[in-house]
T-cell receptor, first 113, second 113 residues
Framework: DAKTTQPNSMESNEEEPVHLPCNHS???????IHWYRQLPSQGPEYVIH???SNVNNRMASLAIAEDRKSSTLILHRATLRDAAVYYC??????????????FGQGTTLQVKP | DAGVIQSPRHEVTEMGQEVTLRCKPI?????LFWYRQTMMRGLELLIY????????DSGMPEDRFSAKMPNASFSTLKIQPSEPRDSAVYFC???????????FGQGTRLTVV
């Protein structure tokens, strides 16, 4: 399984944008990029995913580098409720697609009032 | 749909006892995953099923662990005999197909004393 690298922790101020980076230099052409987050004492929660193009949804935006070796999760206005561990995960596509999600250590986001 | 339902939410058992964790996936989802989370090891994928068939159980730590999915609406994870090092939060998740959003249950917090 291709590996991702994320910073261990980040801080943000409330109501400011947050850019969470993820490096995945060994990504294959058919790997999807998924982001999940885990709030304290809860199960992981889906945030967004994409393949090549940038993606937007009500929670966040996903910016994917042109060479796909990195991506950035963008929270447009952080709230205290966004304090969580954010996981960047690659899930294989194509004929080798297993559909399984392998979680790394993630980035712990702290949001300050 | 009520989401992925896990039971029990908390389980305290004595070393050597058999423990059975239960999961009801979201109706219509073809994939079911079992994860374990500890502070030391983070979120680990134990096993996953596709259309009730186990696809990859390479994450199951040892023979004391077993998982079944007798039908599309029910899965169990059994530990026999249980040991203190099995203490963790166990999550079940389901998804409609590959590379779609996975929904996680609230988890079962297992404590083996």
């Amino acid at each position: 399984d291709a590996k991702t690298t994320q910073p261990n922790s980040m801080e943000s101020n409330e109501e400011e944008p947050v850019h969470l980076p993820c490096n995945h230099s060994t990504i294959s052409g058919t790997d999807y990029i998924h982001w999940y987050r885990q709030l304290p004492s809860q199960g992981p929660e889906y945030v967004i995913h994409g393949l090549t193009s940038n993606v937007n949804n009500r929670m966040a935006s996903l910016a994917i580098a042109e060479d796909r070796k990195s991506s950035t999760l963008i929270l447009h206005r952080a709230t205290l409720r966004d304090a969580a561990v954010y996981y960047c995960i690659l899930s294989g596509g194509g004929s080798s697609n297993t559909g399984k999600l392998i979680f790394g250590q993630g980035t712990t986001l702290q949001v300050k009032p | 749909d009520a989401g992925v339902i896990q039971s029990p939410r908390h389980e305290v058992t004595e070393m050597g006892q058999e423990v059975t964790l239960r999961c009801k996936p979201i109706s219509g989802h073809d994939y079911l995953f079992w994860y374990r989370q500890t502070m030391m090891r983070g979120l680990e994928l134990l096993i996953y099923f596709n259309n009730n068939v186990p696809i990859d159980d390479s994450g199951m730590p040892e023979d004391r662990f077993s998982a079944k999915m007798p039908n599309a609406s029910f899965s169990t994870l059994k530990i026999q005999p249980s040991e203190p090092r099995d203490s963790a939060v166990y999550f079940c998740a389901s998804s409609y197909t590959r590379n779609t959003e996975a929904f996680f249950g609230q988890g079962t917090r297992l404590t083996v004393v």
